[in-house]
């Protein structure tokens, strides 16, 4: 699988987690997935309602304004994204132990100070692990 982020997209995720530093930014991610490549045409950024600074957890009502907004779109959420903060653009344990969704696509954006540059990857949830997944081009 293969992943479509359109730069102003990227650019958006990447200030999302410049803003939140130190603690995590969260959103989901709205497009369509067609033979083996996942279109990202929208961000939705969402409140992060976990308690420490290194998780996060998308408010419930954000998660379904996006839901309700991607389908009257004609698409679907096809992901989410968050950052990590003094991390790495990997996931982690946490993100494992949360991911349930099968072939729903996690980005992440690691950055180590808020002025930093920001390193960008993607994966796809599949048979209880992460997948990397390439960028393709838009």
Known sequence: ????????????????????????????????????????AALHPARNIA????????????????????????????GCYHSHPTGSAMPSVTDRDGAGEENFLWLIAALAKADGPVA?????YSGGGFVSIGFAGP
């Open 120 to 124: 960008l990857a993607a994966f796809a």
């Open 51 to 78: 308690n420490g600074e290194d998780r996060f957890e998308i408010h419930p009502e954000d998660h379904f304004a996006a839901l309700k907004i991607a389908r009257a779109n004609g698409r679907v959420l096809i």
């Open 1 to 40: 699988m293969k992943l479509v982020l359109p730069p102003p997209l990227r650019a958006r995720m990447e200030e999302e987690a410049r803003v939140a530093f130190p603690r995590e930014c969260c959103g989901l991610v709205e497009g369509r997935r067609h033979a083996g490549v996942a279109t990202a």
